[in-house]
């Protein structure tokens, strides 16, 4: 058996770490993007606007750094819902009355008559 042949069964399964480059501006956009997307928002909207592609997103998405990151965003987006969203008393209200407030703050599409 050749010394060649035998380090090359040595390493047979096992992967190289990869080492990514940080994340940039282009990473930190699409964070900030997927963490305040709305229901509406595709993920291919998202990498047009980032200048990648959708599959490219993916792939950061695959990425424990970015996950990181984007788990954070979210958070802080958590964060300022609440803070932003006023405390409301809930009992005996009608499904009007509900209707009328999330419409008035935007959450709800008004119905047109």
């Known amino acids: 058996m050749r010394l060649r042949n035998w ?3 040595l390493t ?27 229901l509406r928002t595709s993920y291919e909207a998202i990498a047009l606007e980032c200048g990648v592609s959708r599959r490219q997103l993916y792939r950061w998405l695959d990425r424990k750094d970015f996950r990181r990151e984007l788990r954070k965003e979210t958070e802080k987006v958590k964060t300022e819902v609440r803070r ?25 599409a008004r119905e047109s008559d």
């Open 7 to 9: 380090t090359a069964w």
């Open 12 to 38: 047979v399964g096992k992967r190289k770490k990869r080492n990514r480059p940080p994340l940039d501006e282009r990473h930190r956009l699409a964070i900030r993007l997927i963490a305040r997307k709305s």
């Open 84 to 108: 932003s969203t006023p405390r409301i008393n809930l009992d005996g209200c009608s499904a009007d009355v509900l209707r009328r407030y999330f419409e008035v703050a935007g959450v709800l």
